[in-house]
């Protein structure tokens, strides 16, 4: 793409009520006003991945996989678009190559067209066998740069893990800025950098936890971005994105003007202005927090520590909890906070805190971390964290999935008397216990 005219990744049907509203938008919410959405005109419709997998087998009683098939079957137009965490898909942990390349088989197969992958380490390694796996289905392979800032966090790191992306024939690169980082002359030196060295589409996507969203855009609009992520306002801004309409709206006449139509899209807002007030009692305030801009702490991960702390009766430590965590980061060697990585550092920084000893307790999942299972860290973890952390067990420095065995068989074999279709074998690899329940349930019913 050349510069000019802007193409805009709406949200509203994934991130933004992953970030509101704790995932818990309905499919029956999405359906009534899919066909609507479709005649924007938007480069794609973010509806699939991140958190919505899970939420749809543990709290919604829904298949994710007849969401999506439903979802697809009302928008025939735009691209669906879904958040994939690489090597980790929708879970937590390294799946073997085979469940990557099924998984990502049957998301194309039931309607996903563009596949955002990001790795929480931006180790390309635990990314590699989801673009190829995306690249021979057809679709449009999206690969994602975590945006942090540490030391070693600069221009010239961002440009290296791009430059790795291109080479794996990724088809446009995203700055996925999770936590609402990215300030406004920052995002333009960035995205001038991108579009000077690589020949692909380039999107941003922030959060407005911060305050500095739709300067950060504006900003990088002039300096070349292809493509941004908006929700539409009834559920922007706080921890989701900036706002769609007012984006729309002020480059509307400029060389860069969206040619969304504003009427449609405050029709479209008004369902779910609507559907918000419905699940009004596990939406999340939106404000601006700018305790982010000090401690670096993405707004999902805020509300857990301030939970995890009340749970114990500790709320009184949670400003040390906030003062912990950039220490434990940086012994870390600087893991930008996504999932994995922010439940891995949030939860030392509590133990760290409650301790009154960091390292005395340690999570199996940091442990594994220092011992290299879930990639390589952005910058080396000192000898002395390391062997706080595990002593003088020896580090595996290859790609971890290559130490697992194929999934397949065994999950089939293990879930064979309810999966349906081989959709419910991957939901049962990656939830076990979810998909389980869920599929029974769903036995019951027949």
């Known amino acids: 793409m050349t510069k000019g005219h802007v193409r805009i990744t709406e949200t509203i049907l994934r991130d933004a009520h992953q970030s509101l509203l704790a995932t818990r938008m309905r499919t029956e919410d999405m359906l009534c006003v899919a066909e609507k959405l479709d005649q924007v005109g938007y480069f794609s419709l973010e509806a699939w991945g991140g958190a919505t997998f899970d939420t749809a ?9 007849e969401r999506l098939r439903s979802l697809r079957v009302r928008v025939r137009k735009t691209p669906l678009q879904m958040l994939l965490r690489g090597q980790n898909l929708l879970g937590y942990r390294h799946y073997p190559d085979d469940v990557v390349e099924a998984f990502v088989k049957y998301a194309v197969q039931d309607g996903i067209r563009v596949i955002r992958i990001f790795d929480a380490l931006n180790d390309v390694r635990n990314m590699r066998t989801a673009i190829k796996a995306v690249l021979e289905c057809g679709a449009h392979a999206q690969g994602a740069i975590c945006y942090t800032t540490s030391p070693v966090h600069n221009i010239e790191y961002f440009v290296k893990v791009a430059e790795e ?23 333009a030196e960035l995205i001038t950098q991108l579009k000077a060295n690589f020949d692909v589409p380039i999107s941003l996507h922030t959060h407005y936890t911060s305050g ?3 300067m950060a855009y504006l900003k990088a609009i002039e300096a070349g971005v292809d493509i941004v992520d908006t929700a539409l306002s009834s559920l922007a801004m706080g921890s989701s994105q900036p706002p769609t309409e007012p984006l729309v709206a002020a480059l509307r006449g400029t060389p860069y003007d969206t040619g969304l139509d504003l009427n449609l899209l405050t029709e479209i807002n008004r ?9 009004s009692d596990v939406a999340a305030p939106v404000q601006v927090n700018t305790e982010i801009l000090t401690y670096q702490v993405p707004g999902g991960m805020l509300s857990n520590l301030r939970s995890q702390l009340a749970q114990q009766g500790l709320s009184h430590k949670l400003q040390e909890v906030f003062e912990e965590v950039p220490r434990v980061r940086a012994d870390l060697g600087y893991p930008p906070l996504v999932t994995p990585m922010s439940q891995i550092v949030g939860t030392q920084a509590v133990l760290n805190v409650v301790s009154g000893e960091r390292y005395s307790i340690c999570s199996k999942e940091i442990r594994d971390y220092v011992r290299g299972l879930y990639g390589r860290p952005p910058a080396p973890i000192s000898d002395e964290v390391r062997k706080k952390i595990i002593g003088d067990e020896e580090v595996f420095t290859g790609r971890p999935a290559d130490l697992l065995e194929p999934g397949l068989e065994k999950a089939r074999e293990e879930i064979k008397e309810y999966a349906r279709q ?3 074998v991957l939901s049962y690899v990656l939830f076990p216990n979810e ?4 599929l029974e349930r769903r036995a019951a019913k027949s």
């Open 212 to 214: 500095m969203g739709s």
């Open 57 to 65: 087998l543990r709290f919604l009683d829904e298949c994710p996989w």
């Open 422 to 424: 081989e959709q419910d």
């Open 435 to 438: 998909a389980r329940a869920f």
């Open 271 to 279: 369902h779910f202005a609507n559907v918000r007030e419905r699940y």
């Open 165 to 187: 992306l291109v080479n794996e024939g990724v088809h446009s690169i995203c700055i996925k800025d999770m936590a609402g980082l990215i300030d406004p002359y920052g995002a």
